[in-house]
């Protein structure tokens, strides 16, 4: 399978990223372009990528309807008033899961998310969990209606997903030497978390990848 030659056109398709303007969400967004999506909702922190990936965007293909959905995913209510304000859209055919922060992010050691979780787990995982709870129903709508309509949650780990075996959100709740893991487990979680939605929700399709 080259993706280049290989992945289908995605007309009238509606697409949400997490993490689109940097980085591996952003050149997959970049791809997803080339296959003629009907709009792409992305988010990030940064607003300046987020207008020149837009310029770059308008140039590459210009029929592409991108959206910008700023959001600070150290921070739970961030996201939420993000998607409840900028997604509008009725439908949704795909969900990427690809924002993240690694165990060598500076920032990542010793420091809590603004509500209070270990950072890995509470922008790998607990950030993500909203942004599927909030877009969850739309998912499931776009999925009931029509057979055909091919709904997917793409959700990106690491290998290092296999160095944990338990998330504890309480231990989560404080920063102590025995969390050097967080990152095993931030990426562990999102592992078993897409295999629960694929066990419940059977008309969405959950895919797990490593990128690297
Ligand atoms: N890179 C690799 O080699 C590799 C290998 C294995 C797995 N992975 C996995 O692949 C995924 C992508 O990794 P990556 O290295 O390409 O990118 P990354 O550096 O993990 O993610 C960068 C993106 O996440 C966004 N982001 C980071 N912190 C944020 C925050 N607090 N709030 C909102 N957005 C935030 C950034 O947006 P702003 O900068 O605009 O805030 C940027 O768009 C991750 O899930 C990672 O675990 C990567």
């Known amino acids: 399978f080259t993706p280049s030659t290989d992945a289908p056109k995605l007309l009238g398709r509606i697409i949400f990223i997490t993490g689109g303007t940097s980085a591996t969400g952003h050149s997959t967004l970049l791809h997803l372009c080339t296959l003629s999506p009907a709009e792409i909702y992305f988010s990030g922190r940064s607003h300046a990528a987020a207008t020149a990936l837009i310029a770059r965007v308008a140039a590459l293909a210009p029929s592409v309807v991108l959206h910008f959905v700023q959001m600070d995913m150290t921070d739970l209510s961030s996201i939420k008033t993000a998607i409840t304000t900028k997604f509008r859209n009725i439908r949704l055919h795909l969900l990427i899961c690809c924002a993240g922060i690694n165990a060598k992010d500076t920032l990542a050691i010793n420091s809590l998310t603004k509500n209070g979780y270990e950072r890995n787990l509470g922008v790998n995982h607990l950030a993500h969990a909203l942004v599927l709870k909030l877009l969850l129903p739309t998912l499931l709508r776009t999925a009931a209606s029509r057979p055909s309509a091919d709904v997917r949650v793409v959700v990106l ?14 231990k989560a709740r404080s920063i102590t030497a025995e969390y050097a893991n967080s990152y095993a487990e931030s990426r562990f979680a999102a592992v078993v978390y897409n295999c629960a939605l694929a066990v419940r929700c059977r008309k969405i399709t959950a895919v797990t990848v490593l990128p690297g």
């Open 157 to 170: 780990t690491c290998p290092q997903f296999r160095n944990a075996s338990t998330v504890s959100l309480a």
